[in-house]
């Protein structure tokens, strides 16, 4: 168990629904990551929040969005769903951006759009 | 942009045996964090080693060890004493390790599918 919670685990859902996916990182760790993975793109990075503020952005598709809150929990928005968002979907901490900190992964959400 | 190659889509090993994973990657930074993760059937991203690029000293966890040569940017996991515990897809990424906002993302390869036979 990394301490990092994500919910729900599995999430399914129709073309143009949008669904919400929520992450709680492990206690005292300011960093929230978000990450997709898919058959066709692998494992590859979203978005990045720092204490409650957006520090880096990667393949993140404008019809998606982040956040996180004051408690450091994250929700990442999907909308206009389309069937090649199905993937999994992780989230990972850790106590701060810099030097070799290990990011804890969550268990993922795995999102299936019919 | 720095990209991660894993060029073993699979590989597979008798049980008690000793396999190596390669990995190569491309980055024009001097400072960097490397890693290996684990996703067994369960899909928990599990970290398995981590080197720092500035160390010389490979890294070494347990059974895990990695060969890490820097010029030939070269990370490859060596998994000694193979258990049917240790079937699982491996992953390569990269971290910058310049200290600049939005340097730290992870870096994945593509992975290496490894299967223990009994």
């Known amino acids: 168990d990394s301490g990092v919670t994500q919910t729900p685990k599995h999430l399914i859902t129709a073309t143009g629904q949008r669904v919400t996916l929520r992450c709680s990182p492990r206690s005292g760790d300011l960093s929230v990551y978000w990450y997709q993975q898919s058959l066709d793109q692998g494992l590859q990075f979203l978005i990045q929040?720092?204490?409650?503020?957006?520090?880096a952005k990667g393949n993140i598709l404008e019809r998606f969005s982040a956040q996180q809150f004051p408690d450091l929990h994250s929700e990442l928005n999907l909308s206009s769903l389309e069937l090649g968002d199905s993937a999994l979907y992780f989230c990972a901490s850790s106590e701060q951006g810099q030097g070799a900190n290990e990011q804890f992964f969550g268990p993922g959400t795995r999102l299936t759009v019919l | 942009a720095q990209t991660v190659t894993q060029s073993q889509p699979e590989m597979s090993v008798q049980e008690a045996e000793t396999v190596t994973l390669s990995c190569t990657y491309d980055t024009s930074e001097s400072d960097y964090y490397l890693f290996w993760y684990k996703q067994p059937p369960s899909r928990q991203m599990i970290l398995v080693i981590r080197q720092e690029a500035y160390k010389q000293q490979n890294a070494t966890e347990n059974r895990f060890s990695v060969n890490f040569q820097k010029a030939a940017k070269s990370f490859s996991l060596k998994i000694s004493d193979s258990q049917l515990g240790d079937a699982a897809m491996y992953f390569c990424a990269y971290r910058s390790g310049v200290s600049n906002f939005g340097n730290e993302k992870l870096t994945f390869g593509t992975g290496t599918r490894l299967t223990i036979i009994p």
């Open positions: 929040y720092y204490n409650g503020e957006e520090r």
